[in-house]
């Protein structure tokens, strides 16, 4: 099991929600609180986790911005679903 990393976004996230900026903090799979095993992660499944998480925050009537960070293998998963996102809803 990895660590989940959130002790490294913590002080972030904690500015960005003082200045009313809402953040998604997930894990991808059997890292922190995520279900699955670490031996079936890969990029491309991450890659469908994060089209599934965009989809979901796209959804929500209180989304006006996506802003995706990342880092590690988070951060290729990025990188790949960068250049399809869009400005438009």
């Known amino acids: ?5 959130f002790h490294l976004w913590e ?3 904690c500015i ?3 200045n009313g900026i809402g953040v998604l903090h997930y894990d991808f ?8 095993e670490f031996q079936n992660m890969t990029v491309l499944n991450e890659n469908e986790d994060l089209i599934s998480i965009i989809s979901y925050v796209k959804a929500l009537t209180i ?3 996506i802003y995706l960070v990342g ?6 998963s990025l990188q790949l679903q960068a ?3 869009t400005t438009n809803r």
Do not use: F
């Open 1 to 5: 099991m990895c660590d989940d990393g």
């Open 29 to 36: 799979n059997d890292c922190g609180k995520s279900e699955g």
């Open 71 to 76: 880092h590690s293998q988070g951060g290729a």
């Open 16 to 18: 960005l929600n003082e």
């Open 11 to 13: 002080p972030i996230i």
């Open 63 to 65: 989304t006006e911005n």
């Open 83 to 85: 250049k399809s996102m």
